[in-house]
């Protein structure tokens, strides 16, 4: 007998046909024996339908209005999933997040869970009932209903997941893994049996879009070992957890980011405290910098090139000219690149790994603009109109059984 | 200044247009300087379409879960009309029924309430807020949303009135306030400026369908002054209120009730606890018997007539021939009878309002089958076809300039 949470996005409960099946996967795991928590998304387009709804009203919602529509959507859905089991012969109960224990930050809107009180939950589970919790839902010190953002389902999961000490916590999903490649675009795609927290996490920034990054970060500091899973077939799915059993492979997984751009400053004068100057006014306005790079100088001018994400590039060309750098100072920017990363923990005491990438990508010629690494990734700014060549080109290199 | 309480139904909130009416109604008032509660039911179908979402489920739905469920409804109208009364540039916050501090029983789908904790309202209040209150919800001891049944907002409304002491409790419908009769049928319906609570409560179960009974009852218990009023046009309403002025009219309103059966037990033995044994059993089955009227007993045999709400004359029927009367008891179910009934505070002291009733039915040539009165009803039985005629008949004895 062990304590299985499992999550269950939109689109696994999004109509009575999607419910059932799910209530179908809950009630085997629970007459196994097993004490069985739930946590669901909003049915399908329902968050999105009440986001409009408040759109139609106002340009500008209140976060914290914002938060307590948003929450009706987890709400239908959590009793809905209840009432299913019920109809199978199970005991099951609906809790909403401030009935679940969970205690939030005020930040409406991302509101970052700080505990959880189980009382309820274990009396729930003494009653031997299943229990449905509301994913992505709080309660903070103001009695005020939060929502932890976009994928905060996830995050609910998890955190009941280490809270209760769960034995397993299962992310259901319409794919059946983390796969070394996106398996709709490269069909050498190699679905992995398991995968680190850290190479999750990277695979999750750059794009893979299968866990929520905050649920994986919380998964690593709690030791929760996650699996992410199909909730449309029967088969195992990835595991993700601290360490895994010695590979073979250097690389987990390759990814492609487009969602980038490319902003060059060419003519900076080149003394002290330019860098500092330009990022410092960009992290005050939230804009993420990603990959930097700076000429080496020549004569007392330099040139500074970097990426952020595609929504701030307009935003961030105005702080630039806003800087009043020199006369000669030119802007440049491009939003016809992408990022193409190799990641792995294996590649860490590989030093050949960067190698194979660039050799890859020379086969299939396609120009670096540029390049970063770390520990576990690398990470190439390229064409956008090559990039998916390029993950397949890198993908095939690593994974040439696939 | 004032604290007044308004309260909106479903049609009043249905679509961006409404909600947007109603936050100028209410906004209106706030800027007068007044403190402003406001209850909210879900926005039109959406009670309807969350039924239907349990009902593809389950025939049986659990009663806790459809609380939850149909919780939503009143959360997202109260949630989008904070939004709108904030984009019109007021300060308002939403509460749902745990956060208003509703305090109820523990019958799901049919709370009581048992009090309000008002530290939160007092709160808010003081902070100048608008307060949009989710109407129709609460939480019971055990820490679970409870509803109130349909036309639980109006209660809502009524309670929070009650607890804080407010001025006036506005009831905001789709008709202008309390006519004399159905104005969509009757064209000489009059609108009434004043109506007492036992006016009302009686109008109200004849079929009226203005105000929720529970409301006017806790309106009388606590002395709270409500106005009908329409959220669509300017006008003063109707205010119900414990005494009104004098006033020359007997009667305050003529309805028809189309929603009931005649029963007749034709051959009951004459003998004492016939009826006893009869209603007894009827009340059993939550079954409520309205107008009786029983034969004078000839040899040892009598007659036993009475109607039911239409919904219940099957199983009334049913529940008859198992008592096992005798051999020769005929059971007679007629379900093509309507109800019309005169009613006024103002009849208790005037003998000849029976007889006025009698003569418009005579004179209009309509056949009365049963009589009941009251201290401020007089209700007469007859065939249905002929209803409409007959309330017509009737309001223009009592009203002849209508």
Sequence with gaps: MALIVKKFGGSSV??????????????????????VIVVVSAQGDTTDDLIAKAAEIT???????????QSAGETISASLLAMACQEMGYPAVSLLGWQAGFQTSSAYGAARIKGIQTERL??????????????????????????????GSDTT????????????????????????????KVPGAVKLDEITY?????????????????????????????????????KPGTIVKEKIAMEKMLVRGVTKDADCARLSIVG????????????SKLAARNINVDIILQSVG?????????????AHADEAVAILHALDLTANAKIIKDTSVAKVSAVGAGMESHPGTASKMFEALYEAGINIQMIATSEIKISVLI??????????????????EG
């Design 14 to 35: 999004k109509d009575y046909e999607r419910v059932m099946n799910v209530a179908r996967i809950i009630t085997d795991t629970y007459k196994q024996g097993n004490d």
């Design 59 to 69: 340009s500008k919602p209140q976060k914290r209005e914002m938060d307590v529509l």
């Design 122 to 151: 274990r009396r729930e589970l003494d009653r031997k009932n299943i229990i449905i919790v509301a994913g992505f839902q709080g309660l903070c010190k103001y009695d005020d209903v939060t929502t932890f953002g976009r994928g």
């Design 157 to 184: 999961a998890v955190a009941l997941a280490a809270a209760l000490h769960a034995d397993r916590c299962k992310i259901y999903t319409d794919v059946e893994g983390v796969y070394t490649c996106d398996p709709r």
């Design 198 to 234: 850290d190479e999750m996490l990277e695979l999750a920034t750059l794009g893979a879009q299968v866990l929520n990054n905050r649920s994986v970060e919380m998964a690593k500091k709690y030791n929760v070992e996650m699996e992410v899973l199909s909730s449309y077939s029967n």
């Design 268 to 279: 900076v004068p080149n003394v002290p405290g330019m860098a500092f100057k330009i990022f």
């Design 298 to 310: 020549r004569d007392d001018l330099k040139d500074i090139t970097f990426t952020v994400a595609r």
């Design 383 to 400: 064409e956008q109109d090559k990039a998916d060549l390029a993950v397949a080109a890198v993908h095939k290199a690593f994974f040439p």
